[in-house]
């Protein structure tokens, strides 16, 4: 079995900052792209940043210069560092992996469970 465990969220005011991570557990063989995803009350999910095993990364307009995606692939983890933050930053953030098990022929996508980030004005 597989997990992504998300932790790092919280409660923090507007301009301050937070680190997520996203760690992946389990019989993991291998693990291709990895990204971030968030969904505000009210709205659907939305991308906010993907990296490849190579490191090459993407973000969404909107936190470009403020979200910084990483990972250590010797780890099996993956970060988000949010700086600047704003209210409407507001979400539940999940992780998202396309990896290999071990028994597995094919690559799937996993989801977290997702971490709360709250910025106050």
């Known amino acids: 079995q597989v997990q992504l465990v998300e932790s790092g969220g919280g409660l923090v005011q507007a301009g301050g900052s937070l680190r997520l991570s996203c760690a992946a557990s389990?019989?993991?063989?291998?693990?291709?792209?990895m990204g971030w995803y968030r969904r505000a009350p009210g709205k659907g999910r939305e991308l906010v940043a993907t990296?490849?095993?190579?490191?090459?990364?993407n973000y969404q307009d909107s936190v470009k210069g403020r979200f910084t995606i990483s990972r250590d692939n010797a780890k099996n983890t993956m970060y988000l560092q949010m700086n600047s933050l704003k209210p409407e930053d507001t979400a539940v953030y999940y992780c998202?992996?396309?990896?290999?098990?071990?028994?597995?022929?094919?690559?799937?996508?996993?989801w977290g469970q997702g971490t709360q980030v709250t910025v106050s004005a």
């Open positions: 389990g019989s993991t063989s291998r693990i291709n792209a």
């Open positions: 998202n992996a396309n990896l290999r098990r071990f028994y597995d022929s094919a690559f799937s996508y996993y």
């Open positions: 990296i490849t095993n190579g490191g090459n990364t």
